[in-house]
């Protein structure tokens, strides 16, 4: 059985940083394209972060520059480091694995909330 499980979320003031960690098990993780997601209410998945399986990475215009994809393929686990966050930040956090070969077989974790206020 896939699962792909999310911790760190947080609430922070502004300004401030989390660290966000998707640990997968039951797939090679290293087989895999691994990105980060947020969602708000009422609004659509956001696209964040994402990591190639061969390691390239590419992010959102709004977090270049604040937001860290990495990936440990030994320890199964791909991290999210937020720096100075905003509030517009706020949402609810992802965790998604594709396939790097089929693409149609993807998973997603169940996401870890993170809060930026004052």
């Known amino acids: 059985q896939v699962q792909l499980v999310e911790s760190g979320g947080a609430s922070v003031q502004p300004g401030g940083s989390v660290r966000l960690s998707c640990a997968a098990s039951g797939i090679t993780f290293s087989f895999y394209a691994v990105n980060w997601y947020r969602q708000v209410p009422g609004k659509q998945r956001e696209l964040v972060a994402a990591?190639?399986?061969?390691?390239?990475?590419n992010y959102a215009d709004s977090v270049k520059g604040r937001f860290t994809i990495s990936r440990d393929n030994a320890k199964n686990t791909v991290y999210l480091q937020m720096n100075s966050l905003k509030p517009e930040d706020t949402a609810v956090y992802y965790c998604?694995?594709?396939?790097?070969?089929?693409?149609?077989?993807?998973?997603w974790g169940q996401g870890t909330q993170v809060t930026v206020s004052s």
């Open positions: 998604n694995a594709v396939n790097s070969r089929v693409t149609s077989i993807t998973y």
């Open positions: 990591s190639t399986s061969g390691g390239s990475t």
